[in-house]
C-alpha cells in the first residue's frame, strides 16, 4: 500500500528554521517525484517544492527559493523540506505528494499531477 506520512511541522518564530520530513512506503523515493505543496487559511494549495527521482532536479516556488531546500535520503525512503528564514507567510498546512511521472518546470505544481498525498503537518511562524 502505498503511504506518504509527513511530519515535522510546528510553531516557531519568524527567522527560524523547521525540517519537514515525507516518509513514503510501498514504493521508492528512486523512481517517482516528491513534491511539497502548502495551503494557507483562505487560499488555494500552492507548490513549494519538487524533487525529481532521475537526476535529482528540483524546482521551486519562487518565495521559499534561497530560503527552503528540498533533498532525498534513498536509504530511509525519505524527502525532507529544510526551511530556514522563516516568515509568517510561510504559515499554512503542507502536505507532501508522489507525482505519477517526471514533471518539467511548467507542470510540477499542479496537483492533478499527483496521485497520492499525505496527511498535512502545520506550520506556524509567529511574528
Known amino acids: 500500500e502505498v503511504q506518504l506520512q509527513a511530519s515535522g511541522g510546528g510553531l516557531v518564530q519568524a527567522g527560524g528554521s523547521l525540517r519537514l520530513s515525507c516518509a513514503a512506503s510501498?514504493?521508492?523515493?528512486?523512481?517517482?517525484?516528491i513534491a511539497w505543496f502548502r495551503q494557507a487559511p483562505g487560499k488555494e494549495r500552492e507548490g513549494v517544492s519538487y524533487f525529481s527521482f532521475a537526476g535529482g532536479n528540483t524546482y521551486y516556488l519562487g518565495s521559499v527559493k534561497g530560503r527552503f531546500t528540498i533533498s532525498r535520503d534513498t536509504a530511509k525512503n525519505t524527502v525532507y523540506l529544510q526551511m530556514n528564514s522563516l516568515i509568517p507567510e510561510d504559515t499554512a498546512v503542507y502536505y507532501c505528494a508522489r507525482a505519477q511521472r517526471r514533471l518539467l518546470t511548467n507542470l510540477w505544481a499542479l496537483s492533478d499531477e499527483y496521485d497520492y498525498w499525505g496527511r498535512g503537518t502545520e506550520v506556524t511562524v509567529s511574528s
Open positions: 510501498g514504493f521508492s523515493v528512486n523512481r517517482y517525484p
